[in-house]
T-cell receptor, first 111, second 113 residues
Framework: KQEVTQIPAALSVPEGENLVLNCSFT??????LQWFRQDPGKGLTSLLL?????REQTSGRLNASLDKSSGRSTLYIAASQPGDSATYLC??????????FGAGTQVVVTP | NAGVTQTPKFQVLKTGQSMTLQCAQD?????MYWYRQDPGMGLRLIYY???????DKGEVPNGYNVSRLNKREFSLRLESAAPSQTSVYFC????????????FGEGSRLTVL
């Protein structure tokens, strides 16, 4: 069974620092990997989707890499802002077409 | 563009009562999903519908039923609510079940007393 792990569970950084969030998965046979943001009391917002054939995706200050062979993805957020404070979740679509979520990393960016 | 809309946003039930959570998407997506989110357990798939006319069990289907009413709508029913079903429920949709980007609704917070 696919297991998705996100470390650390929580992270606090001062404004302006770059954020590095990690996601690891146990089975490299995936269709894609997706990064989400969740604000308290809200639903999940899709940030980036990386298909299995891709190595990275970029959107503005966000960059996500995918290394299927090592079962890892990293989300980089450049020049963090207080508005980036949220929980970030990664999810992989496994070979059965099922989406498996990590538990998330709670990020606080302090002014 | 509304995206994925869930109703109700909040509901309190007594043990044994029934209710239906409604979900509709306006993106012409083929696949729709119901998840529950609990502290320490993360997001778990309850049921999904890969395409109109099909439904399949996810990780935690016991105590729930679903109906894919048409391409737009996917409802989740609790026939006899239990306190263990207290949770936040999310509906989601994607263009297809394997490669599509997932879009979520705002969630429905359910408390069963």
């Amino acid at each position: 069974k696919q297991e998705v792990t996100q470390i650390p569970a929580a992270l606090s950084v001062p404004e302006g620092e770059n954020l590095v969030l990690n996601c690891s998965f146990t089975d490299s046979a995936i269709y894609n990997l997706q990064w989400f943001r969740q604000d308290p009391g809200k639903g999940l917002t899709s940030l980036l989707l990386i298909q299995s054939s891709q190595r990275e995706q970029t959107s503005g200050r966000l960059n996500a890499s995918l290394d299927k062979s090592s079962g890892r993805s990293t989300l980089y957020i450049a020049a963090s802002q207080p508005g980036d404070s949220a929980t970030y979740l990664c999810a992989v679509t496994d070979s059965w077409g099922k989406l498996q979520f990590g538990a998330g990393t709670q990020v606080v960016v302090t002014p | 563009n509304a995206g994925v809309t869930q109703t109700p946003k909040f509901q309190v039930l007594k043990t044994g009562q029934s209710m239906t959570l409604q979900c509709a998407q306006d993106m012409n997506h083929n696949s729709m999903y119901w998840y529950r989110q609990d502290p320490g357990m993360g997001l778990r798939l309850i049921y999904y519908s890969a395409s109109e006319g099909t439904t399949d069990k996810g990780e935690v289907p016991n105590g729930y039923n679903v109906s894919r009413l048409n391409k737009r709508e996917f409802s989740l029913r609790l026939e006899s609510a239990a306190p263990s079903q207290t949770s936040v429920y999310f509906c989601a949709s994607s263009e297809d079940s394997n490669t599509g980007e997932l879009f979520f609704g705002e969630g429905s917070r359910l408390t069963v007393l």
